[in-house]
């Protein structure tokens, strides 16, 4: 998962280069006024996320993966603390009913 956010992580900062580039040379428009840094920022993300989505499919799988595990590894868990719960609340009712 830490690799996946990464590989994200240097996508956008990738694209947030070459869209500063591109502003700041005059081939992009510039923001208006003091808005320029979020404009860049916000353009960034709109081309990063498409490229991300293609370019990361894999690792996108891998990272569900591992979480689909740990979730179900907890559902277990969840389950045997249930029953074991279930077991003792049974016997007790059961030793309740023969006193």
């Known amino acids: 998962m830490l690799r996946y ?15 500063w580039g591109l502003v700041y040379s005059g081939i992009a428009p510039r923001g208006l ?5 979020l404009w860049v920022v916000l353009l960034s993300l709109v081309i990063s996320a498409p490229i991300s989505f293609v370019a990361l499919r894999g ?27 279930d077991r003792v609340d049974d016997a007790a009712r059961a030793q309740g009913q023969t006193s």
């Open 33 to 37: 006024g003091a808005s320029n840094g």
């Open 59 to 85: 690792e996108r799988d891998r990272a569900s993966e591992q979480i689909v595990r740990k979730v179900d590894r907890m559902k277990a868990g969840y389950e045997a603390n249930r029953s074991q719960e």
């Open 5 to 19: 956010t990464l590989m994200r992580l240097g996508i956008f900062a990738g694209c947030l280069l070459v869209v």
